[in-house]
């Protein structure tokens, strides 16, 4: 069975405060995908990565895929009240399937 | 673009009834996947759909079933519902499917079963 790791499950921050969030796994993945959501609604897609090493940038936030496409990390800088919301990464494997982690409750509080 | 259309957005069933969910995807996305999502278990992935054929299956049981027409709208069925099937029933839409492109979610079903 594969796993994708997500870390922290929960986080707690002020604002203006940075944090990392971290998707890891034994698996290689083809692709990964960060999706955000917010109480009530569907996971909103954020962001793919493709490439080992990829580097991706969305204003605040930061994205990078592992050298080896197992691991990912998604780094917010400054956070806002705004960033507030169920952090999900997602990677395809081999057989096109999507594995999920578990999901970063992320609280920026004012 | 209209975005993936759920409905209904909220549903209260009684144990043994059975419902039936629907999902609009976005014009021209012909994969639709469904997810069920609860707190204990995050997100778990039921069935896609690609071109009116079932593409993918997840670990559920049989009461469980999908469709998708022509149009590329897509229903779920659970049949003699339980308790633990309440939960954020999720409808995802892509134009091929196979993962590496992203999802466009709907916002979702919330099923409650008492």
């Known amino acids: 069975t594969q796993l994708l790791e997500q870390s922290p499950q929960f986080l707690s921050i002020q604002e203006g405060e940075n944090l990392t969030v971290y998707c890891n796994s034994s698996?290689?993945?083809?692709?990964l995908q960060w999706y955000r959501q917010e109480p009530g609604e569907g996971p909103v897609l954020l962001v793919t990565?493709?490439?080992g090493g990829e580097v991706k940038k969305l204003k605040r936030l930061t994205f990078q895929f592992g050298d080896a496409r197992k691991d990912s990390s998604l780094h917010i800088t400054a956070a806002q009240p705004g960033d507030t919301g169920l952090y999900l990464c997602?990677?395809?494997?081999?057989?096109?399937?999507?594995?999920w982690g578990a999901g970063t409750k992320l609280i920026i509080k004012p | 673009k209209a975005g993936v259309t759920q409905t209904p957005r909220y549903l209260i069933k009684t144990r043994g009834q059975q419902v039936t969910l629907s999902c609009s995807p976005i014009?021209?996305?012909?994969?639709v996947s469904w997810y069920q999502q609860t707190p204990g278990q995050g997100l778990q992935f039921l069935f896609e759909?690609?071109?009116?054929?079932?593409?993918n299956k997840g670990n559920f049981p049989g009461r469980f079933s999908g469709r998708q027409f022509s149009n590329s709208r897509s229903e779920m069925n659970v049949s003699t519902l339980e308790l633990g099937d309440s939960a954020l029933y999720l409808c995802?839409?892509?134009?091929?499917?196979?993962?590496?492109?992203?999802?466009?979610f709907g916002s979702g079903t919330r099923l409650t079963v008492v």
């Open positions: 997602a990677g395809v494997d081999s057989n096109y399937q999507l594995i």
């Open positions: 995802a839409s892509s134009e091929i499917g196979q993962g590496n492109y992203g999802y466009t």
């Open positions: 698996s290689v993945f083809s692709s």
């Open positions: 014009s021209g996305h012909r994969s």
């Open positions: 990565v493709v490439t």
């Open positions: 759909y690609f071109s009116e054929t079932q593409r």
